[in-house]
């Protein structure tokens, strides 16, 4: 059974940075690709970055390209999502998933619980 679980979430000042972890467990995930996605309330849960587990791949939603980075730790079966230059619009819950079908932009059947994410202006 496949288990996420997100850390790093909080408060920060517009302009700061933050890291989320995604700790993947119970598979071998060679064949997957992993995201990120964001809801703020009242709004769509938005794809913001993805990468293939082999890292040979990668994706960032317009929104965030520059200022947001996808990567993965293999041994230590973690992703990553480093935000710089953090935006009062990225506030969000974030949610790390997981699609074993390694298309980035294809479906994802295993969801985190969500870290939020909230930027002061």
């Known amino acids: 059974q496949v288990q996420l679980v997100e850390s790093g979430g909080g408060l920060v000042q517009a302009g700061g940075s933050l890291r989320l972890s995604c700790a993947a467990s119970?598979?071998?995930?060679?064949?997957?690709?992993m995201g990120w996605f964001r809801q703020a309330p009242g709004k769509a849960r938005q794809l913001v970055a993805a990468i293939r587990w082999s890292g040979d791949i990668g994706y960032h939603a317009d929104s965030v390209k520059g200022r947001f980075t996808i990567s993965r730790d293999s041994a230590q079966n973690t992703v990553y999502l480093q935000m710089n230059s953090l935006r009062p619009e990225d506030t969000a819950v974030y949610y790390c998933?997981?699609?074993?079908?390694?298309?980035?932009?294809?479906?994802?059947?295993?969801w985190g619980q969500g870290t939020q994410v909230t930027v002061s202006a």
């Open positions: 998933a997981a699609n074993e079908g390694g298309i980035l932009l294809g479906y994802y059947a295993y």
């Open positions: 119970g598979r071998t995930f060679g064949n997957y690709a």
